[in-house]
Every structure is written in C-alpha cells, then in structure tokens.
C-alpha cells in the first residue's frame, strides 16, 4: 500500500519533491492553456470534424433550450474571472514561500484532471456528444467533490480557482448538459422535473455555506443561478422556472454576505448558540496568505 500511495498523483501530502513540483508546474501550466484555448475557441467556432450536427458551446445551448439553458454572457464572464484567478493559482506554484508551493502541489492532480475533462467535455459537446460529454461530467464532479472534501483547508488563492470555481460550474453543467441529453427537453414533464430538480442548486449551496462556511461556493452558485435566471426570462416570461432562479440567486447571495463579511473582517459566523474560536486549520477560507 506504501508503494501505491507513493505513485498515486491524488494521494494527500504534506510535501513534495522537487521533481514533482517541477512536473506539476509543467502539467498545470499545460492543461490549463488547453482548456482555455479550447473554452475560447469554441466560443466562437463550431468544429469542422464528424458527422453530427456541430455548433459552438452556446450555438448548443441555445439550439437546445431546456430548463437550465443558461445566459452566454454571464456564464462567459463566469469562466473568463475563473480562468484569470486560476493564473493566480499557478502562481503559487511558482513562489518563494515553500508552503505555498506544496499547498498547491497537493490540489495539482486534481486541476489538471479537471482541466483534461474539461477539454473532453467541450470537444464532445460542440460536436453533439451529449452522453459522453455528461458522462465526462459525472467523472470530473467526482474528482472535484473529492478534491474539495480531501483539500478544503487551502486559502482563497488556491481554493476559489482550483477547487471551488471549477465544481460549483461543473454541478450547474451536469442538469444543463443533462437536460439538452433528453430527447423530449421541450415537454410540459421535463418542465416539470426542471422546477424541481433546480432547487437542488439552493440546497448544494447552502450546505457548503452552512457546514463549511465557504461563501465562495455561495457566490460561485449565485451567479451561475443569476445565468440560469436571465436565459429562462428571456426564453419564457410567463414560467416558474427563472423565478425560482432569481429566487435562488438571492438567498445564495444573502447567506454568502453573511459569512464572507465575519471572515473578511477576522471573525467567524456561528449558525448556533454557542460561539466557538475560528480554528486555523478548518477554517482556510479566513487566511488569504
């Protein structure tokens, strides 16, 4: 077992070789450049490749509005922020404070895991592969659910970018995808399930604001709500469904203000009676270091 954990890259550890900061430097550095050039490309472009029907990411999510079409504006904004503040976290990769350097070094699997699924998924679902890109979906939100639960000590600068950002996107995609993988995505029953299954993004949500206090599950979950909200508005006024969005959007943000606004301030929210001292160590989301 000592020798599977030493060749297992998402094995936990407290510190790394210098070789393996250095291959995880590369690998990072790599896989992210590739899933923002894909991202970004097909954005724009359709592919040019097979013979299904082929269309840029939001030429799909527009052909095939659903429940949880979402609002290409600001779910691009979304991902342009998330891959600005995932430079910020390669960059602790490259600094000077050595616990920095193994703090990220310990997510490093994960990202670039994320990162490869990510460009799967994108070359799957601009050419129309919609079980395969959901099925990509449900491996990468099981990867990052257990990077979250296995590394949620991590400051902002790691924990936002790498851990946070990308599984918060990926839980919203897998009932988007999922619902443009429906044949009958336009019924009166898949209207039906979207008004239920949406409040599963209020309920995902808020059990990261409330267990773990991580306000920025909550933000990342508002805005991807406020993308869903918008596109359902403007797809059909007389529903339920971008109610229930604008709904969800503003107790996420409410409850997000209430434990961001205590940890920027050096202090923590206590949900009961009893006031406990913020613990270092299971509290990483008060450290900005």
């Given at each position: 077992?000592?020798?599977?954990?030493?060749?297992?890259?998402?094995?936990?550890?407290?510190?790394?070789?210098?070789?393996?900061?250095?291959?995880?430097?590369?690998?990072?550095?790599?896989?992210?450049?590739?899933?923002?050039?894909?991202?970004?490309?097909?954005?724009?472009?359709?592919?040019?490749?097979?013979?299904?029907?082929?269309?840029?990411?939001?030429?799909?999510?527009?052909?095939?509005?659903?429940?949880?079409?979402?609002?290409?504006?600001?779910?691009?904004?979304?991902?342009?922020?998330?891959?600005?503040?995932?430079?910020?976290?390669?960059?602790h990769l490259f600094?000077?404070?050595?616990?920095?350097?193994?703090?990220?070094?310990?997510?490093?699997?994960?990202?670039?895991?994320?990162?490869?699924?990510?460009?799967?998924?994108?070359?799957?679902?601009?050419?129309?592969?919609?079980?395969?890109?959901?099925?990509l979906l449900i491996?990468?939100?099981?990867?990052?659910?257990?990077?979250?639960?296995?590394?949620?000590?991590?400051?902002?600068?790691?924990?936002?970018?790498?851990?946070?950002?990308?599984?918060?996107?990926?839980?919203?995609?897998?009932?988007?995808?999922?619902?443009?993988?429906?044949?009958?995505?336009?019924?009166?029953?898949?209207?039906?399930?979207?008004?239920?299954?949406?409040?599963?993004?209020?309920?995902?949500?808020?059990?990261?604001?409330?267990?773990?206090?991580?306000?920025?599950?909550?933000?990342?979950?508002?805005?991807?709500?406020?993308?869903?909200?918008?596109?359902?508005?403007?797809?059909?006024?007389?529903?339920?469904?971008?109610?229930?969005?604008?709904?969800?959007?503003?107790?996420?943000?409410?409850?997000?203000?209430?434990?961001?606004?205590?940890?920027?301030?050096?202090?923590?929210?206590?949900?009961?009676?009893?006031?406990?001292?913020?613990?270092?160590?299971?509290?990483?989301?008060?450290?900005?270091?």
């Amino acid at each position: 077992m000592a020798n599977f954990s030493d060749l297992n890259p998402f094995a936990k550890r407290e510190t790394h070789s210098s070789t393996s900061i250095t291959t995880y430097k590369v690998l990072t550095l790599l896989s992210w450049v590739l899933s923002v050039i894909t991202t970004v490309y097909y954005d724009f472009e359709s592919p040019h490749d097979g013979h299904l029907i082929r269309r840029t990411i939001w030429g799909q999510n527009y052909a095939h509005r659903s429940g949880f079409t979402q609002n290409a504006t600001i779910t691009s904004i979304y991902w342009l922020v998330l891959f600005i503040l995932q430079l910020v976290y390669i960059g602790h990769l490259f600094s000077k404070d050595s616990a920095q350097v193994n703090a990220a070094a310990s997510v490093g699997s994960h990202f670039i895991f994320n990162n490869l699924l990510h460009f799967g998924w994108v070359m799957l679902f601009v050419r129309s592969h919609f079980i395969w890109s959901e099925i990509l979906l449900i491996i990468n939100f099981i990867n990052l659910t257990s990077l979250y639960f296995r590394h949620n000590t991590y400051p902002r600068g790691i924990h936002m970018p790498a851990v946070s950002g990308p599984l918060a996107w990926t839980f919203v995609a897998l009932y988007w995808n999922g619902a443009i993988m429906v044949p009958a995505q336009h019924s009166f029953v898949a209207r039906i399930f979207a008004n239920v299954f949406i409040w599963s993004i209020l309920v995902y949500g808020m059990f990261f604001i409330v267990i773990y206090k991580d306000y920025t599950m909550g933000f990342n979950l508002s805005v991807l709500s406020a993308s869903l909200g918008v596109a359902q508005f403007f797809d059909r006024v007389i529903a339920f469904q971008w109610i229930f969005a604008f709904t969800i959007m503003a107790v996420l943000f409410v409850f997000t203000v209430v434990v961001a606004v205590p940890a920027w301030t050096g202090k923590e929210v206590s949900w009961g009676t009893r006031q406990t001292q913020p613990d270092a160590e299971r509290a990483p989301l008060l450290n900005d270091n």
